[in-house]
């Protein structure tokens, strides 16, 4: 079975703070995601990267940025973390030849006091 | 912009009822998708549907997608408190998916 392991379930930051959210894949999956889930809003897609040290932004990249050192860790960062962003934030992986089967993990629930 | 409208968006219904939850767009897909969230996990992928027109069944789910590829419907028949959950629909379109923005069901017993 795949596995997408993200490194907090809950996390409370404080306005201006940097944040890291970790995502780790065990199936070998070339292509990693990071969405942010509102309420009424669904999820929206942040980042993407399609293989190590590549990234491409998503459909709301604005105050985010991420990292792919390796194939199968995906970082999400918050370079000064504002209320706005507090959200549920869900990391995805797929194989290259099944982009469209995402796989998720179990979310981690930010908040930013 | 892609834009998938899902309704309703919140539906509380007894064990046993039927429901249908809808998907709509102006725009056309590639293929849809439906997943199911629990509290507190990801969504999971219930199916894809690929051809306008095509029906897929999954035990009590019935998915359509419509004849245009725009939109598509998800019918449960006989529902559980087992089906409870949030639904998303999901277009795909050149390897990303856009999301609805859900439905929370909810089955009282």
Same mark, same amino acid.
């Given at each position: ?113 | 912009?892609?834009?998938?409208? *899902?309704?309703? *968006?919140?539906?509380? &219904?007894?064990?046993?009822? @039927?429901?249908?939850?809808?998907? @709509? ?50 019918? &449960?028949? $006989? $529902? ?9 629909? $999901?277009?795909? @379109?050149?390897?990303?998916? &856009?999301?609805? *923005?859900?439905?929370?069901? *909810?089955?009282?017993?």
């Amino acid at each position: 079975d795949v596995k997408v392991t993200q490194s907090s379930r809950y996390l409370v930051k404080r306005t201006g703070e940097k944040v890291f959210l970790e995502c780790v894949q065990d199936m070998d999956h070339e292509n990693m995601f990071w969405y942010r889930q509102d309420p009424g809003l669904g999820l929206r897609l942040i980042y993407f990267s399609y293989d190590v040290k590549m990234k491409e932004k998503g459909d709301i990249p604005e105050g985010y940025s991420v990292s792919r050192e390796k194939k199968e860790r995906f970082s999400l960062i918050l370079e000064s973390a504002s209320t706005n962003q507090t959200s549920m934030y869900l990391c995805a992986s797929s194989l290259a030849g099944a982009p469209d089967t995402q796989y998720f993990g179990p979310g981690t629930r930010l908040t930013v006091l | 912009t892609q834009l998938l409208e *899902q309704s309703p *968006q919140f539906l509380s &219904i007894q064990e046993g009822e @039927n429901l249908t939850v809808y998907c @709509n767009s102006s725009s056309v897909f590639s293929s849809l998708q439906w997943y199911r969230q629990e509290p507190g996990e990801g969504p999971v992928l219930l199916v894809t549907v690929v051809t306008g027109g095509e029906v897929k069944k999954l035990k009590r789910l019935t998915f359509q997608f419509g004849d245009a590829r725009k939109d598509s419907s998800l019918h &449960i028949t $006989a $529902a559980q408190t087992g089906d409870t959950g949030l639904y998303l629909c $999901a277009g795909v @379109n050149t390897g990303k998916l &856009i999301f609805g *923005q859900g439905t929370t069901l *909810q089955v009282k017993p």
